[in-house]
């Protein structure tokens, strides 16, 4: 069983960055593929970026692709998203999740473990 914490989200305004963490508990993080997601208020939960377990490969959702960048440290089970150029449509419930899965996962159904949600809200 893992445990995911997410952190870092608020308020911001429009071309300003945010960076969201996610601690994770229970042995072995470096096993699991990560990734993030976002939900806004009535519509889909969306693709947002993913590392995968080992080697460290990673992808980005075509809406944020060259603004947020993801990494892990699994000295410390964590996770990041660096978000930058944040846009007033980025804003959203930001999710982290984790994979058994090998490679980049970018189906939210693939995902076996979810995190509580961090809310990032941008002004314009």
């Known amino acids: 069983q893992v445990q995911l914490v997410e952190s870092g989200g608020g308020l911001v305004q429009a071309g300003g960055s945010l960076r969201l963490s996610c601690a994770a508990s229970g042995p072995t993080f470096s096993a699991y593929g990560m990734g993030w997601f976002r939900q806004a208020p009535g519509k889909e939960r969306e693709f947002v970026a993913t590392i995968s377990r080992n080697v460290g490969s990673t992808a980005t959702g075509d809406s944020v692709k060259g603004r947020f960048t993801i990494s892990r440290d699994n000295t410390k089970n964590t996770v990041y998203l660096q978000m930058n150029s944040l846009k007033p449509e980025d804003t959203a419930v930001y999710y982290c999740?984790?994979?058994?899965?090998?490679?980049?996962?970018?189906?939210?159904?693939?995902?076996?473990?979810w995190g509580q949600g961090t809310q990032v809200t941008v002004s314009s």
């Open positions: 999740a984790a994979t058994f899965a090998y490679g980049t996962v970018t189906r939210k159904e693939r995902y076996n473990y």
